[in-house]
Every structure is written in structure tokens, then in C-alpha cells.
């Protein structure tokens, strides 16, 4: 039996550029929950970094990351998602939640 986070890594290439912006957290990591930080990277993809308690589930986080770049499209970002067991529809809120904030420190419409 594994024991521990599990780790992915999903890469997205193109997209807007997102600029130098102040690092978003939203959530909170507990029972059933998430955080969730967006961050400016030197990278030119988006990359979404999630460490999960709940193992063996690739393909719906992988299913998420995809439905999360096609609306959002952002390059040169790093996303961070720590995971305590959240539903895909609560991933989805959180990682909208932290695009949106991001977008109001920088003046931008959601």
C-alpha cells in the first residue's frame, strides 16, 4: 500500500503571457479541501504542481489541469494545488478563485 502525498506535474505551453504579479494563495489545506497559489514563473508554460492525499486519481487531476487551460489559457505560471481529498468541482472553484483574485490585484476583468 502507498502511503503519502502523491505528486503530479502537468505542463501547458502557450497561452497569454501572465506578467509579474504578487502570488495568490485561496483555500485552505484541511479535510476535503485544497489551497491553491498562482505565481509568476520564468517559464514560458503554465504549469499546475498538485500534491495529493488522495492517490491513484492521474487521470481526473489530469482531466481538471486540461479543462483549467483551455478556459484560462495562461503561460508563465506556476500553479500550485495542495490537496486534502477536494472533488473536482472544488479544484475547479479554487483554481477560478485564484485566476480571479490574481486578475483584480492586477486590474484586469475576470
Known amino acids: 500500500m502507498d502511503v503519502g502525498l502523491e505528486t503530479m506535474e ?6 497569454a503571457p501572465a506578467g ?7 483555500g485552505v489545506v484541511g479535510s476535503g479541501n485544497l489551497e491553491v497559489m498562482v ?3 520564468d517559464d514560458a508554460d503554465c504549469v499546475v504542481k498538485v500534491d495529493t492525499s ?10 481538471v489541469a486540461n479543462d483549467f487551460h483551455a478556459r484560462h489559457g495562461l ?3 506556476r ?3 495542495n490537496d486534502m481529498g ?5 479544484v475547479s472553484l479554487r483554481l477560478d478563485q485564484a485566476v480571479a483574485e490574481w486578475q483584480a490585484q492586477a486590474g484586469q476583468q475576470p
Open 10 to 15: 502537468f505542463r501547458f505551453a502557450g497561452g
Open 20 to 26: 509579474r504579479f504578487a502570488p495568490v494563495l485561496v
Open 39 to 41: 505565481e509568476p514563473s
Open 54 to 63: 488522495a492517490r491513484g486519481f492521474r487521470p481526473i487531476w489530469e482531466a
Open 75 to 77: 503561460a508563465g505560471v
Open 79 to 81: 500553479v500550485s494545488v
Open 86 to 90: 477536494a472533488t473536482p468541482a472544488v
